[in-house]
């Protein structure tokens, strides 16, 4: 059975995410929780700044900051999103062509009244969506 092309993205995302959490925690360069970031002051560089953190204090280059990721978030953070998305998409399984875990009311009612619930075709909205939060925009039909 081949993959919709979503969750293959999806997938792929989720690795690049995944390693890319992985470096930032393992170069060592990575200092913990962020406490304070100095610039302009004392004896730091006009380019630099200084980040103190949980783990020591760390004077690096601004475009070093940038370039390596330090401010675009914490990698234990990171690899906990990763993590959950990933038991996200594997809790909305492809079943048959339906998603294992979504139903909507269908038209039938028992004799209360009560919609019966009807299967949704895989990969249903929550799957998508997630694509989309890591980039997967639809394709044109
Ligand atoms: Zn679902």
């Known amino acids: 059975m081949s993959a919709h092309s979503a969750v293959v993205f999806l997938r792929q995302a989720l690795d690049r995410a ?13 200092i913990g929780n962020v406490t ?3 610039a302009f002051a004392g004896d730091i560089q006009f380019d630099d700044i200084r980040i103190h953190g949980e783990g020591g204090t760390r004077t690096v280059s601004i ?20 993590a959950a998305d990933r038991q996200i998409l594997a809790e909305h399984a492809n079943d048959y062509g339906d998603c294992a875990a979504c ?17 949704v075709p895989w990969p249903c909205r929550t799957v998508l969506l997630l694509a989309e ?5 639809e394709e044109p039909k």
């Open 36 to 38: 304070r970031i100095e």
């Open 63 to 82: 475009t070093e900051a940038i370039q390596r990721g330090l401010l675009a978030g914490n990698p234990v953070d990171l690899k906990r999103r990763v």
């Open 18 to 30: 995944e390693e890319r959490a992985q470096r930032l925690h393992d170069e060592l360069w990575w």
């Open 103 to 119: 139903g909507r009311p269908s038209e039938e009612t028992n004799g209360r009244g009560h919609h019966f619930h009807e299967a």
């Open 133 to 137: 939060a890591y980039g997967w925009t």
